[in-house]
């Protein structure tokens, strides 16, 4: 192999045909975010569903802003979600640079590690962009 081809696969692994590269595909994965508080449950066997219509994040490739819906579904277990913060924890969004897949997983992981319920869905459905909707969902357990 030459050294030009030995060059054009790093340059490959760098970036995609349309300049995508790993630090967009990690962009928001570790950023800081509010803590989501919880409290203790007094009831077992029920589940609750809550929706968040003002989703807002920064694309990490183009710099523009993401709108979406997230559904957040959950079966609680010793502690539930307190409203207000997972409120002030998603709209602290809007200063990320993260893709929706790395949103809506990254919002379960936080989710799970908070309240530690029975099972969680995180559903992110976002606003059609080039004529694209994306919706994405992550489970736990998966």
Do not use: W
Not at 47 to 60: F, H, K, Q
């Amino acid at each position: 192999m030459t050294g030009k081809g030995r060059k054009k696969r790093t340059q490959d692994k760098a970036a995609t045909r349309l300049g995508y590269n790993e630090r967009h595909a990690k962009s928001g994965i570790s950023a800081p975010l509010p803590d989501i508080e919880t409290f203790p449950n007094q009831y077992k066997g029920y589940e609750i569903t809550i929706v968040i219509p003002e989703y807002t994040a920064i694309c990490p490739k183009t710099n523009l802003p993401d709108f979406g819906t997230i559904t957040l579904h959950y079966k609680p277990d010793k502690y539930c979600l307190e409203l207000k913060a997972l409120k002030m924890y998603v709209h602290a969004y809007r200063n990320v640079g993260i893709f929706y897949e790395n949103a809506v997983n990254r919002i379960l992981q936080d989710v799970v590690r908070a309240c530690r319920p029975v099972r969680a869905t995180v559903t992110g459905e976002f606003a059609a962009r080039g004529g694209l909707r994306s919706v994405i969902e992550a489970k736990y357990p998966a």
